[in-house]
């Protein structure tokens, strides 16, 4: 019997794994090239294009389709914006920072495309760009994703447990766009807020500053240094988190996360220094912050990182209260007995008399 179910998970796995072999090449042979047209800034791997403001450019990428049969692909555009990583990402739609004026994909048509590429041929997509009319001062930023068409075959691996997934493909090109073709703004940071967090997962905690990039420059290496300290003692408590190439989106804005360790978050008046530098040593900033954390959000984040509450200085003062309790009333009865004993003593005295 045992030799039966052996064999025919033996079966099933070979069967799975010819799927997972076919689907990949169905859904993940492909490759993309940018297609560089007369006003590509250089040829960098992206689509970099200055324009006159008002004037239309074409921006176009090739899909080249690798397999042995034609398939259908999807190209979308995005406005970019800073992952949770610090980098410039543009792979779905996100929340747009509160300093873009000037959101891209507003400028972009069609949205999203859908072509058929035959086998082991490169399909041109293209997407035409309406320069804004009014002053970019910097960069307008986004990117094309391509992933296979709706219909597509997915690809599927089966885990160690068994269980089959999906794998969902995608690739990508960034897009930049400026008015001015010798234009290299860099950005400017600011901290808006500083608030707890927690990773439940690693059992950690620590606070998160939203790091924003608030004007249409970028660079793309950039080191930081962020040490918290405690008000107004720096020296009571210190905390140092580093982070190397970072690339913050234009107008955009991410949690850059300070871990605590192993200590537990305590209510106090706190202060961050934070200190940025481009890799080439040319550009620095650096920003400073007070916040506070309060006895509820201590408490809250501690217990949800798995810190549980500690009762012993509770118990401890409910010990010594009682043993000043017991000594207090030991103390009363004493004295009030010495005090009757005395009295008798003297009674008997004034009746020898």
């Not at 980098?87 to 999203?112: E, F, G, M, T, W």
């Not at 934070?274 to 809250?300: E, G, M, P």
């Amino acid at each position: 019997m045992m030799k039966r179910i052996r064999l025919s998970s033996l079966i099933l796995f070979l069967f799975l794994a010819c799927i997972n072999s076919k689907a990949n090449a169905a859904a993940n042979n492909y490759g993309l090239k940018p297609i560089y047209g007369a006003n590509q800034i250089a040829k960098n791997g992206q689509l970099d294009i200055f324009g006159d403001p008002g004037s239309q450019q074409i921006i176009t990428l090739g899909i080249l389709n690798q397999d042995q049969k034609a398939h259908r692909y999807t190209a979308r555009f995005y406005t970019a914006y800073t992952s949770g990583s610090g980098n410039y990402a543009y792979y779905r739609q996100r929340k747009i920072d509160p300093s873009l004026r000037l959101n891209l994909r507003h400028y972009v048509q069609p949205k999203q495309k859908t072509v058929k590429v035959a086998a082991n041929q490169l399909q041109n997509v293209s997407f035409q760009v309406q320069i804004p009319k009014s002053s970019i001062n910097g960069y307008l930023m986004g990117g094309i994703v391509v992933t296979p068409a709706k219909g597509e075959a997915i690809s599927r691996t089966v885990s160690q447990n068994g269980i089959l997934l999906k794998n969902q493909f995608r690739q990508g090109i960034p897009v930049k766009i400026r008015q001015d073709k010798n234009l290299n703004r860099q950005p400017e940071f600011r901290v808006r807020q500083i608030v707890p967090t927690v990773n439940r997962a690693m059992k950690v905690r620590g606070v998160k500053a939203n790091l924003q990039n608030y004007v249409a420059g970028f660079n793309g290496d950039i080191a930081a240094v962020a040490t918290v300290t405690k008000r107004p003692d720096k020296h009571q408590f210190k905390k140092v988190s580093r982070q190397t190439h970072l690339s913050p989106a234009p107008n955009s804005n991410y949690n850059y996360q300070i871990d605590w360790g192993d200590s537990p978050l305590q209510a106090g008046d706190y202060h961050l220094n934070l200190k940025l530098r481009s890799a080439d040593q040319t550009r620095s900033w650096v920003i400073n912050k007070n916040f506070t954390i309060n006895n509820s959000q201590a408490k809250k984040y501690n217990q949800l990182s798995g810190i549980e509450p500690n009762y012993l200085w509770l118990w401890l003062s409910i010990a010594l209260l009682t043993l000043l309790l017991v000594l207090g009333i030991g103390i009363y009865f004493g004295r009030r007995s010495q005090q009757k004993i005395q009295q008798q003593f003297l009674k008997e005295q004034k009746n020898k008399n």
